[in-house]
C-alpha cells in the first residue's frame, strides 16, 4: 500500500490514526451519554451531535486560514493536538452538568479545526510533485485507512471503559436501563415491572432489587461515569498522536521554508483559481448530502440498533461483536491470504502459517464459550464500517489501478457521483427492514416488541462503506488537487466545512426518526443522495476540466 509513496505519508497515517481513534471513541458514545447522563430527548441530543460535528468541521476552515496565512501547517496542526487533548480532559471528569460538557465539546471541536484540515493540505502538498502526482488519489487511500483503522478499535475501547466501571460496581449493561430510570427518578414511570424485570438482570450478584428508586439513581450515575472514563481513553489517544507528530514531522513537507526559498510557488492567475473556486464550491454543495446521510451512523443508525436491532445473538453472530474474537477471525484471513498468495518468500508463508494456526484456534475458543445468546451493544457496530474500510481499500485501489492500466479508470469527480448512488442503494436497505416496525413516536421510550437481525444494520453499513471509499478520500484528493496554491488549507478547511453543514443538517434525522414512520425516515436520505448525484453527473464536464 505505500511502496512508491514519500515518508512523509507514514507520518501523515499514524497522527491521523492516534486523533481518529480518540475522536471515534468519543462519537461512538456521545448520544448515548447525552441520553442517560442528561435525559435529552432524542431530538435535543440530536441537535446537540449535529452543533458539535458541524463545529467540529467549520472550524477547519478557520484553521486553514491560519495556515494558509502563515504557511506554518506544521504548527498549526500541533497546536490542535494540544488543544484537542484538553478538550477530551474535560470531558474524562465525571459528574459534570450539560454546559461543562458542551465546554468540552467546543474545545475539542476548535482543536479539530486546526488539525485536520492542514493536516490534509500536507499530505497534498508531498503529492504537488511530480515524481508521486499520479498516486495522489491511492494516497488519500491510504490515508483515509489510517483514521478507519483507528475508528475500528475505538467502539470496542468506549465499551470495554463503560461495561469495566459498571462491573466494579456490581452491575450488568443494559441499554434500555437508563431511560426508564430517570422516568422512575422523576415519578413519571406509572407500571415499574418492566424495571423491576430489567434491575433485577442488571444486578450482577442475582439479588432481586428491593429498592428501585435507589437502584434507578445509582444505575445511571455509574453507567454516565463509565462513559466519562471512555473519553479518557480519547485523551490518551490525543497524547499518543501528538509523540508520533513530533518525532517524525521532519518527513513532512516545510511549506514556510518552501515558500520562504520561492514565492512564487503559491501564485497562480486569478481567471485560473477562479475557474477552479467555482468548481470546488460545485462539488461542496454535493457532499453537504453525502455527510448529512453518512453520518447517521453515530445518529439515527446507533438508535436504530439500540432500539430495534436483536440485543440476545447467538454464537456465530457474536463472533463479529467480540473483539478478541473478531481480531482472531480477521488474522485467520490473513492468515490465508499470506499462507496461499502466489510469488511470496517462503518466511511469508511460515508467517501465514502462523496466523492461520493461532487465528483459527483462538476463534474455536471463544466460539466455544460463547453462550446461546450473548447480549450485543449498539456502539459496536460502528466498528463495521472502520473495518471494513480497512479490507476494502486495497480493493477499491486495486480496481482503480486495473482500470487506470487500461485507461479507462472513471475521473475523480465520476467515483464522487457514483458513490452518491452506492449511499442511496445503503440506505434502501435499512427502509427495507423496517417496514412494519412500531415508530418511536408509537413506543413513548418503552422496548420494542420487534427486533430485526443485525445483518439488516451490517449489510448497510457494507453497502455505504463502498460509497464512503467513492467519496471521502477522492473528495480529498480532488480539493488537493484542484485547490489554487495560496489556498490549499483553505479550500482543505472549504471540504470540511460543506461537511460541517452536512452535519448540522443531521438533526433531520433525529426529527424524522421521532415523527414519521421508519422507513419514511431513511426514505428522506434515498432521495438526498439520489439528488445529489444527479446534479453531479450534470456538471460533470466542467469539474473533469479543471482536473486536467
Same mark, same amino acid.
Given at each position: 500500500m505505500f511502496k512508491g509513496h514519500p515518508k512523509g505519508l507514514y507520518v501523515a497515517f499514524f497522527a491521523n490514526m492516534g486523533e481518529r481513534f480518540g475522536f471515534y471513541t468519543m462519537m461512538a458514545i456521545l448520544v448515548l451519554f447525552l441520553q442517560a447522563k442528561f435525559n435529552l430527548t432524542t431530538e435535543n441530543s440530536g441537535y446537540i451531535y449535529s452543533v458539535f460535528y458541524f463545529s467540529i468541521y467549520a472550524l477547519a476552515l478557520f484553521g486553514g486560514f491560519i495556515a494558509d496565512r502563515s504557511q506554518n501547517y506544521k504548527g498549526t496542526i500541533m497546536i490542535g493536538q494540544v488543544v484537542m487533548f484538553l478538550g477530551y480532559l474535560l470531558m474524562a471528569i465525571p459528574g459534570m452538568g450539560l454546559p461543562f460538557t458542551l465546554l468540552g465539546l467546543f474545545t475539542i471541536a476548535f482543536g479539530n479545526g486546526l488539525f485536520k484540515g492542514n493536516l490534509q493540505a500536507l499530505v497534498g502538498q508531498m503529492y504537488d510533485n511530480e515524481k508521486y502526482s499520479k498516486l495522489r488519489d491511492s494516497a488519500y487511500s491510504v490515508f483515509y485507512m489510517g483514521i478507519n483503522i483507528g475508528a475500528f478499535f475505538a467502539p470496542s475501547a468506549a465499551r470495554g471503559v463503560r461495561s469495566w466501571w459498571?462491573?466494579?460496581?456490581?452491575?450488568?449493561?443494559?441499554?434500555?436501563?437508563?431511560?426508564?430510570?430517570?422516568?422512575?427518578?422523576?415519578?413519571?414511570?406509572?407500571?415499574?415491572?418492566?424495571?423491576?424485570?430489567?434491575?433485577?438482570?442488571?444486578?450482577?450478584?442475582?439479588?432481586?432489587?428491593?429498592?428501585?428508586?435507589?437502584?434507578?439513581?445509582?444505575?445511571?450515575?455509574?453507567?454516565?461515569?463509565?462513559?466519562?472514563?471512555?473519553?479518557?481513553?480519547?485523551?490518551?489517544?490525543?497524547?499518543?498522536?501528538?509523540?508520533?507528530?513530533?518525532?517524525?514531522?521532519?518527513?513532512?513537507?516545510?511549506? /514556510?521554508?518552501? !515558500? +520562504?526559498?520561492?514565492?512564487? &510557488? %503559491?501564485?497562480?492567475?486569478?481567471?485560473?483559481?477562479?475557474?477552479? =473556486?467555482?468548481?470546488?464550491?460545485?462539488?461542496?454543495?454535493?457532499?453537504?448530502?453525502?455527510?448529512?446521510?453518512?453520518?447517521?451512523?453515530?445518529?439515527?443508525?446507533?438508535?436504530?440498533?439500540?432500539?430495534?436491532?436483536?440485543?440476545?445473538?447467538?454464537?456465530?453472530?457474536?463472533?463479529?461483536?467480540?473483539?478478541?474474537?473478531?481480531?482472531?477471525?480477521?488474522?485467520?484471513?490473513?492468515?490465508?491470504?499470506?499462507?496461499? /498468495?502466489?510469488? !511470496? +518468500?517462503?518466511?511469508?508463508? &511460515? %508467517?501465514?502459517?502462523?496466523?492461520?494456526?493461532?487465528?483459527?484456534? =483462538?476463534?474455536?475458543?471463544?466460539?466455544?464459550?460463547?453462550?446461546?445468546?450473548?447480549?450485543?451493544?449498539?456502539?459496536?457496530?460502528?466498528?463495521?464500517?472502520?473495518?471494513?474500510?480497512?479490507?476494502?481499500?486495497?480493493?477499491?485501489?486495486?480496481?482503480?489501478?486495473?482500470?487506470?492500466?487500461?485507461?479507462i479508470e472513471p475521473s475523480t469527480p465520476r467515483k464522487i457521483g457514483i458513490g452518491m448512488i452506492l449511499a442511496a442503494f445503503g440506505f434502501m436497505l435499512i427502509m427495507f427492514t423496517s417496514f412494519g416496525l412500531v415508530s418511536p413516536s408509537e413506543l413513548q421510550g418503552d422496548p420494542a416488541p420487534d427486533r430485526v437481525s443485525p445483518y439488516w444494520l451490517i449489510s448497510t453499513y457494507l453497502v455505504l462503506t463502498f460509497a464512503e471509499l467513492f467519496l471521502s478520500p477522492m473528495g480529498l484528493s480532488f480539493v488537493s488537487k484542484v485547490a489554487p496554491p495560496r489556498f490549499q488549507g483553505l479550500m482543505q478547511g472549504g471540504w470540511l466545512a460543506a461537511t460541517a453543514v452536512g452535519n448540522s443538517l443531521l438533526f433531520v434525522g433525529t426529527i424524522a426518526y421521532s415523527r414519521l414512520e421508519l422507513w419514511q425516515a431513511w426514505l428522506i436520505f434515498v432521495v438526498c443522495c439520489l439528488l445529489a448525484a444527479a446534479f453531479i453527473f450534470s456538471i460533470m464536464k466542467r469539474l473533469e476540466n479543471v482536473t486536467k
Open positions: 459498571l462491573h466494579s460496581h456490581g452491575y450488568n449493561y443494559d441499554p434500555d436501563l437508563p431511560a426508564l430510570c430517570h422516568r422512575m427518578t422523576e415519578g413519571t414511570l406509572a407500571d415499574t415491572s418492566k424495571l423491576q424485570e430489567l434491575a433485577n438482570k442488571a444486578s450482577a450478584s442475582g439479588t432481586p432489587v428491593a429498592d428501585l428508586a435507589a437502584f434507578a439513581h445509582d444505575y445511571v450515575q455509574v453507567f454516565s461515569t463509565g462513559y466519562n472514563y471512555a473519553f479518557g481513553v480519547a485523551a490518551l489517544a490525543m497524547v499518543i498522536s501528538l509523540v508520533i507528530y513530533l518525532i517524525f514531522k521532519s518527513h513532512l513537507p516545510d511549506r /514556510k521554508a518552501m !515558500v +520562504k526559498k520561492d514565492a512564487s &510557488i %503559491i501564485k497562480m492567475p486569478w481567471v485560473e483559481e477562479k475557474k477552479r =473556486l467555482i468548481a470546488l464550491g460545485l462539488v461542496f454543495i454535493v457532499v453537504i448530502f453525502f455527510w448529512m446521510s453518512f453520518h447517521q451512523n453515530g445518529l439515527t443508525l446507533t438508535l436504530f440498533a439500540r432500539d430495534y436491532t436483536d440485543k440476545q445473538v447467538g454464537p456465530f453472530t457474536y463472533i463479529f461483536f467480540y473483539l478478541p474474537a473478531f481480531l482472531s477471525l480477521i488474522g485467520l484471513i490473513f492468515g490465508i491470504m499470506m499462507l496461499f /498468495k502466489k510469488e !511470496v +518468500k517462503m518466511m511469508t508463508r &511460515i %508467517i501465514g502459517g502462523a496466523l492461520l494456526l493461532a487465528g483459527g484456534g =483462538l476463534l474455536y475458543y471463544f466460539y466455544t464459550t460463547f453462550t446461546l445468546e450473548n447480549t450485543i451493544e449498539p456502539e459496536i457496530f460502528q466498528q463495521f464500517n472502520p473495518i471494513m474500510i480497512v479490507f476494502l481499500t486495497p480493493v477499491v485501489v486495486g480496481l482503480f489501478a486495473f482500470l487506470r492500466k487500461r485507461n
